[in-house]
């Protein structure tokens, strides 16, 4: 119970740090209203691009983001789908020590980017390690398309 007493209090500290993080221009994000061990959110952009940020596309409306974790952190998983302005935010109940987290996971988003841009490859995956912003809360390091290997 105390446990999860001191990360109803955080929330405020969540929300206070990711709206300076978001100052510069980027779209905003609802802080996390779940109570969760780990929350993963952040932006999917339209593109084709290498460590891609919010702001650099348009969002990925609809991409279904997959958390895959190894090793220390193989018990993780989670998906979640992005809204229409590619936001998404994926909250997680774990025994997985959150130290080993951005290390060992990263996103992966399997919907070919053709869906939300014809003119863009119709195959290959978008993949983002991940970043710690504060206590419990995990952001793409920046996506980046990787093209289907064979
Ligand atoms: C995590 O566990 C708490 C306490 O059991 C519960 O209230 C909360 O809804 C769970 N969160 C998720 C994302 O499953
Ligand atoms: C996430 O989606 C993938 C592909 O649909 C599925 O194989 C996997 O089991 C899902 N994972 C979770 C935690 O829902
Ligand atoms: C679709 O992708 C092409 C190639 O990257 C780009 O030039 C164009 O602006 C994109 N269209 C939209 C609507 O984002
Ligand atoms: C991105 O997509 C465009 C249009 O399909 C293609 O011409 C370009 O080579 C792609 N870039 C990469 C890095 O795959």
Redesign the pocket.
């Known amino acids: 119970m105390m446990a999860m007493a001191s990360k109803g209090g955080i929330l405020l500290v969540i929300g206070v740090a990711i709206a300076s993080v978001l100052a510069s221009g980027a779209p905003p994000v609802q802080p996390p209203r779940i109570p969760a061990d780990l929350v993963v959110m952040g932006f999917v952009p339209?593109?084709?691009g290498t460590s891609m940020r919010t702001g650099s596309?348009?969002g990925f409306a609809g991409a279904v983001v997959q958390l895959r974790c190894t090793d220390a952190a193989a018990d993780l998983a989670a998906n979640a789908t992005a809204d229409g302005k590619g936001r998404f935010r994926m909250a997680v109940n774990t025994t997985v020590a959150l130290s080993s987290v951005a290390g060992h996971c990263e996103l992966v988003v399997g919907t070919p980017l053709a869906s939300c841009?014809a003119?863009?490859p119709a195959s290959g995956t978008l993949r983002s390690g991940l970043r710690l912003l504060v206590s419990i809360v995990f952001f793409p390091r920046g996506f980046s398309y990787v093209a289907p290997s064979a």
Request: glycine residues 0%; proline residues 12%.
């Open positions: 339209c593109n084709n596309a348009p841009n003119t863009l």
